[in-house]
């Protein structure tokens, strides 16, 4: 079904809380299999329409319908020399309702920028069926309690975006990326990349069939492009290059390694940790013990690792094995690191915790009669990180 206004869905909500029904907002249904949200084949869908609402390229912001695609909004701000920073894993078709409401990670992002730093404001047809409107069309704006953060990566559970303003960047006169072969040990170039990431977005690939390789996103003018680039070979990156225009923004389509980085396969278990940097080459031993096939990414600024197991099985089966594997990931990397391990299942398995306290209690006030979405039950003797 296909809703086209704000005041549609809301009538809607409305209709489900009185059949105590369910909705489920879904953009162009490329990762329906993806994050923590209880899958309901009786739920009632709502695909919020796309469109440009307002545009005023004199303040670098943009306002459009939550099921805009991100090659829509390239193609629009990239009239304008203006681009939205952001470039997630998955398609160019995905909508930025669907980005802002997963929180979408992306890879080499300008500026290492996410999707909580681009939003100002939202649209939301809460639990209830009301229209609420979070912050505003301005970078400071923080008066009160910021529900703009709070929707932002909910999933749908407290609300349905219909409409998001975002805060959008001139597009750099030189945007490039550089990789590189790295060829000793992590514990050798996880503190180098650290020393030398600022500010400069950095990855590393470990494919379970090569040595580890660096890429690097040089943006600016000329002098600021070819210092970065200095800081590539200055981590250590053995015969680094330029792959030459980026296409890590959302309307590359060239299969350039830079742009496989955002590629997902849609049965495959995809897991992202998260420890102190320092602690990343400890992370990284503990992925590739666990996930001998997987393709694992680094992020030196995070201390993130962000796991790619393939399934060579259907979509949504990937063996009776994958909660036990995860779970003695998790025990081995808190061990190994000696510090805290956030561990968050972005597709294909339960997810791994049950909601704290105040989450629940934020989900009874925005969606009081279980009309949104909600997340799956963990098992008692899920894993617990």
Known sequence: M??????????????????????????????????????????????????VIAYTPGDLVITVHAGTTMQE?????????????????????????A???????????????????????????????DVVRPGGTVVKNVAGFDLVRLHTGAFGTLGIL????????????????????????PDQWVPRLIANRAPLPMLVRLAPDGPPQLFARCTGNTARASALRGLVQAAGARDAFTLGPSDTSASG??????????????????????????????????????????????HPL????????PAPR????????????????????TTAAGAAVSVVVEQGAAPC???????????????????LPRRRAVPPDSFRP
């Not at 909004?73 to 309702?97: K, N, V």
């Not at 949504?316 to 081995?332: C, H, I, S």
């Open 253 to 298: 389509t060239h299969e350039t390694p830079a742009a496989m980085l955002r590629h997902v396969a849609p049965d495959a278990l995809v897991l992202r940790a998260r420890t102190q940097p320092a602690h990343g080459a400890a992370l990284i031993a503990q992925a590739r013990h666990h996930f001998p096939e997987a393709t694992v990414l680094f």
């Open 162 to 185: 219909t409409a998001v303003s975002l805060r959008l960047h001139a597009t750099p006169h030189m945007d490039h990326v550089v990789t590189g072969t790295l060829d000793d040990a």
């Open 353 to 371: 915790r049950d909601a704290h306290p105040l989450d629940a209690a934020i989900k009874r006030s925005l969606d009081p009669h279980g009309v």
């Open 2 to 51: 296909t809703v086209h206004t704000t005041p549609d869905i809301a009538a809607m909500v409305r209709h489900a809380v009185h059949d105590s029904a369910t909705v489920r907002a879904v953009g162009s249904g490329t990762w329906l299999s993806g994050g923590p949200v209880a899958a309901d084949a009786t739920a009632r869908v709502v695909h919020p329409p796309g469109g």
């Open 73 to 97: 909004l390239a193609d629009i701000t990239g009239t304008e020399g203006q681009m939205l920073a952001l470039a997630p894993y998955g398609s160019p078709q995905s909508t930025i309702g």
């Open 302 to 309: 995070r201390g993130t690792v962000r796991i790619s197991v």
């Open 314 to 333: 259907s979509h949504g089966d990937l063996g009776a094995d994958a909660d036990a594997r995860v779970a003695a990931f998790v025990a081995g990397a």
């Open 99 to 129: 980005v802002v409401a997963t929180a979408s990670a992306a890879p080499l992002a300008y500026d290492d920028l996410t999707v909580r730093d681009l939003v100002l404001g939202l649209t939301v047809v809460t639990g209830t069926g």
